[in-house]
């Protein structure tokens, strides 16, 4: 998987989760559907998430599973929990729906990084 192919994966699930996950909502403004929070929410999450295995390699750092795991799923729940605390067009209404986004989210992110680091092995 090519960075922006697992940037563009990364984004997509974003931008789903909060459109079609129950329990996140993304505000109105002024009778339009507020799409400008969700796409920089969705950029700036998947940004992130996506950068995790070039972040290793680029600081030195053998990428495991475990580091994958572990960096991919801070990024996503303190991504959306940051949400669920300071909503600013994207609220997360209930905790659970948070938990069930960040979880979604995180799969996403931990299987393009590892598809991307399995990519880089060959």
């Known amino acids: 998987m090519t960075y922006f192919r697992s940037l563009f994966c990364n984004f997509l699930a974003v931008f789903m989760v909060c459109r079609l996950l129950p329990g996140i909502e993304v505000g109105l403004y002024q009778h339009v559907p507020n799409i400008g929070a969700n796409l920089l929410f969705s950029t700036v999450l998947g940004f992130c998430n996506a950068s995790v295995f070039a ?6 750092i053998r990428p495991s599973i475990p580091k994958i795991v572990v960096s991919t799923g801070l990024i996503s729940f303190v991504g959306f929990y940051t949400m669920a605390i300071i909503p600013y067009g994207v609220q997360i209404l209930s905790l659970f729906a948070g938990f ?8 996403v992110a931990f299987a393009t990084n590892y598809f991307e680091w399995h990519r880089g092995a060959k």
């Open 100 to 107: 069930v986004g960040a979880v979604l989210v995180w799969a």
């Open 55 to 60: 972040a290793l390699f680029i600081f030195g």
